[in-house]
């Protein structure tokens, strides 16, 4: 009966640890903070994507409605913050990016997929999401949905990639 317990308690214990070892290889110009647990930063756990072509990128903004997805050179200009990381989409394996923040506090993030690699966004290829993974629709996301709060550490948030479903539908996830 001990040895059953151990063997419990032994499985259990490597169940608890594989979504840490999971996070442990981020990828992006950011990666190092997640990866080294340097925070503060947002450690992004991406599912979902279509395919594994082009690039991924994240972009943090403040958390208030008039300047989410606002243009980055105007909040630059403001003093406003304002973060984008890459990463070359990996051939396979789950995918993590993390970004750092400047300070504790509530930023707004958006996740793009970058199907082609152009930088410029396709709305019929390339795909988007939030942190809530409310369904994008056909309308741009509200601040409140891409929120996110960070403390002196590294938080982890779950995106799941969303992509056009068509004209009436908008963007929402793929099926399964």
Same mark, same amino acid.
């Given at each position: 009966?001990?040895?059953? @317990?151990?063997?419990?308690?032994?499985?259990?214990?490597?169940?608890?640890? +594989?979504?840490?070892?999971?996070?442990?290889?981020?990828?992006?110009?950011? +990666?190092?903070?997640?990866?080294?647990? #340097?925070?503060?930063?947002?450690?992004?756990?991406?599912?979902?994507?279509?395919?594994?072509?082009?690039?991924?990128?994240?972009?943090?903004?403040?958390?208030?409605?008039?300047?989410?997805?606002?243009?980055?050179?105007?909040?630059?200009?403001?003093?406003?913050?304002?973060?984008?990381?890459?990463?070359?989409?990996?051939?396979?394996?789950?995918?993590?990016?993390?970004?750092?923040?400047? *300070?504790?506090?509530?930023?707004?993030?958006?996740?793009? *997929?970058?199907?082609?690699?152009?930088?410029?966004? #396709?709305?019929?290829?390339?795909?988007?999401?939030?942190?809530? #993974?409310?369904?994008?629709?056909?309308?741009?996301?509200?601040?409140?949905?891409?929120? %996110?709060?960070?403390?002196?550490?590294? %938080?982890?948030?779950? @995106?799941?990639?969303?992509?056009?479903?068509?004209?009436?539908?908008?963007?929402?996830?793929?099926? #399964?």
């Amino acid at each position: 009966m001990i040895g059953k @317990i151990a063997l419990i308690a032994a499985a259990g214990s490597a169940l608890l640890a +594989a979504p840490a070892a999971a996070q442990a290889g981020a990828i992006g110009t950011d +990666a190092a903070a997640c990866n080294s647990d #340097n925070g503060p930063a947002i450690r992004v756990n991406v599912e979902g994507l279509k395919d594994r072509t082009g690039r991924l990128k994240l972009e943090l903004y403040p958390a208030d409605a008039d300047d989410f997805l606002k243009d980055d050179h105007d909040l630059e200009r403001e003093g406003k913050v304002f973060r984008r990381v890459w990463a070359k989409t990996p051939q396979s394996g789950p995918v993590t990016m993390c970004i750092k923040v400047p *300070h504790p506090g509530t930023y707004a993030l958006f996740f793009t *997929h970058d199907r082609d690699g152009r930088n410029k966004f #396709n709305i019929w290829k390339d795909g988007a999401g939030i942190p809530s #993974n409310e369904k994008l629709g056909r309308s741009k996301p509200k601040v409140g949905e891409a929120e %996110v709060t960070v403390g002196d550490g590294v %938080v982890t948030k779950d @995106i799941r990639a969303q992509y056009m479903r068509g004209i009436f539908s908008g963007f929402g996830p793929l099926k #399964n």
